[in-house]
């Protein structure tokens, strides 16, 4: 065998025909079951939350509140300073690394 | 096709039941496994199936379900380590310990899996190397010398 034609015409002649039904339903199983497991694993984590919360009454709700009125003081935190001077700095010092990040690791990163 | 990409599962098992000899015949090329390679081409429809609506033109699904099936296998060679250095010498390599000819198959075995995906890509699909390496990411020169080397060896070894 000398010829890249010959090397193409072997593989043409190796192509058998495969085809049967019991892969297409294996395919449909296995989409059917990521469907599943899209919607089980949100359902599932929310239900274990529910009962962790039950289990733990009134622990759960002093936690909860005390989070929720923790995260608000912050976003107001963030709020009073996004509205300064030194706030617009900060944000706008961090969006521009992120692009030169983002620049960088398209670059010289992702490529190899 | 249409109906496929939004989400009508009969119409995408159709697309399944004509496409399938095609990927898992070059997924059974590349894998020594029939069963290993039948499990990657149904990942590769389930892919398809996630992906389906990104695909911009009706008429390019087949190269694009043969990017995904290369995708797919290339994530599995790098799981198994099979690709621990795809620049690798292939002058490592050994010929086949039979004599004489040896069908494709085997002879497709002897070779290293960048060299078998190269030469599987361009002699069996026909792709161009430009077109090989947008699919598996390497640099042009390496799938050229993949395709270069994997391919006088396959001639060496399938010499009648």
Redesign the interface.
């Known amino acids: 065998m000398s010829d890249d034609s010959d090397l193409i015409r072997l593989f043409a002649e190796d192509d058998s025909a495969i085809s049967d039904e019991a892969f297409v339903s294996a395919v449909s199983a296995r989409i059917r079951m990521r469907q599943y497991a899209v919607l089980a694993v949100p359902t599932l984590l929310t239900a274990l939350l529910l009962a962790a919360v039950w289990a733990t009454w009134p622990a759960a709700y002093v936690f909860s509140t005390s989070v929720m009125s923790g995260l608000a003081t912050l976003g107001a935190m963030v709020g009073t300073l996004a509205n300064s001077q030194l706030g617009m700095t900060v944000a706008l010092t961090l969006v521009a690394t992120g692009l030169l990040w983002a620049w960088l690791f398209e670059r010289f990163v992702a490529r190899d | 096709m249409m109906l496929a990409a939004l989400g009508d ?1 009969r119409a ?2 159709e697309l ?2 004509r496409r ?2 095609s990927i ?2 070059l997924l ?2 590349l894998c020594r496994d029939a069963t290993l390679a ?1 499990d990657l ?3 590769t ?2 892919q398809a ?2 992906m389906l609506s990104q695909l911009r033109q009706a008429g390019a699904f087949g190269g694009w379900l043969k990017q995904v099936a290369v995708r797919i296998w290339l994530q599995h060679a790098r799981r198994a380590k099979l690709l621990l250095d795809p620049l690798e010498d292939a002058e490592a390599i050994t010929a086949p310990d039979v004599t004489g000819a040896i ?3 085997r002879a497709l075995d002897r070779l290293n899996p960048p060299q078998r995906l190269c030469v ?1 890509l361009s ?2 699909e ?1 792709l161009s190397h430009g077109e090989i390496a947008d699919a598996t ?1 390497w640099p042009l020169g390496t799938v050229k010398s993949h395709v270069a080397r994997g ?1 006088a060896r ?2 060496e070894w ?3």
């Open positions: 599962e995408f098992a399944v039941r399938q000899g898992r015949g059974r090329k039948d081409a149904q990942e429809f389930v199936w996630r069908d494709l198959q599987v002699y069996g026909g990411g391919g396959l001639k399938l010499k009648p």
